[in-house]
């Protein structure tokens, strides 16, 4: 750690720090009221984590807020800085929960992400818990293009919150992890990206939720998405999504 200098005791108007990124911590803000109004947060324990260059500290940190709140009762006063490297708290009241070591892990292993949101979504928490699916699929012709990769469905009591040891198997090779009975982490390489695979994976399985219901009711089969159609999706969704904008 860089030697304490008189800077970083100093206090903005707002009483953070001078180096406290306002931008970073207001997009935290908005982004979890965001899924508040989509009825996404359920309890204290759903968490968002935004990774950036501090010039201050000369390293990368990672803000997200403190344990004990939800993210639609947060202030910018309720979030902490978090060293990237050591985990040292840099800034804040308290640590954030347990869980924030997946965040970090993640980030560890996945040197391209930059933001990732943490739910526990009751739709699909439910759905897995019934149909214990440990392969994805698709009825809408546009959710894999949003994942970007198949969504990692853990095993039944696999908890990567209390064990980081699962991450380093399979971040590569997804953008969303899902813990049935617990819920999903999605990332991306900004909080747009995470957030809106986080709510493009929910919808997907709230119209699979549907479709059970319809399938029930009339007697016809579900119609999926094949898995050739879906591995195409997945591969072009930079370009669908993105086209030459996003870096």
Request: charged share 20%; hydrophobic share 40%; net charge negative.
């Amino acid at each position: 750690m860089p030697e304490m200098k008189l800077a970083s005791l100093e206090l903005s108007p707002s009483g953070l720090p001078a180096w406290f990124d306002l931008a970073t911590g207001a997009s935290i803000l908005q982004y979890g009221q965001r899924l508040a109004a989509r009825e996404l947060l359920v309890n204290t324990l759903g968490n968002i984590v935004v990774r950036t260059h501090c010039p201050y500290w000369k390293r990368e940190v990672m803000y997200t807020k403190h344990l004990g709140l939800s993210l639609e009762e947060s202030g910018l006063e309720h979030l902490a800085v978090l060293d990237m490297q050591s985990d040292e708290l840099l800034h804040g009241r308290c640590r954030p929960s347990l869980g924030h070591q997946m965040h970090r892990e993640i980030m560890r292993c996945r040197h391209d992400i930059h933001a990732t949101v943490h739910l526990h979504p009751d739709d699909v928490i439910a759905f897995f818990s019934v149909m214990q699916w440990r392969q994805m699929r698709y009825v809408s012709n546009d959710t894999a293009l949003v994942m970007g990769k198949p969504p990692c469905i853990l095993g039944e009591g696999v908890n990567v919150e209390l064990d980081v040891s699962a991450i380093g198997r399979c971040a590569d090779d997804t953008n969303c992890i899902v813990m049935p009975g617990h819920g999903i982490t999605s990332f991306g390489r900004d909080l747009s990206e995470a957030y809106h695979r986080a709510v493009a994976f929910v919808a997907e399985i709230r119209r699979l939720i549907i479709c059970q219901h319809l399938s029930a009711a009339t007697g016809k089969s579900i119609a999926f998405a094949s898995e050739e159609e879906v591995q195409h999706m997945y591969e072009l969704g930079e370009q669908v999504i993105y086209g030459s904008t996003h870096t």
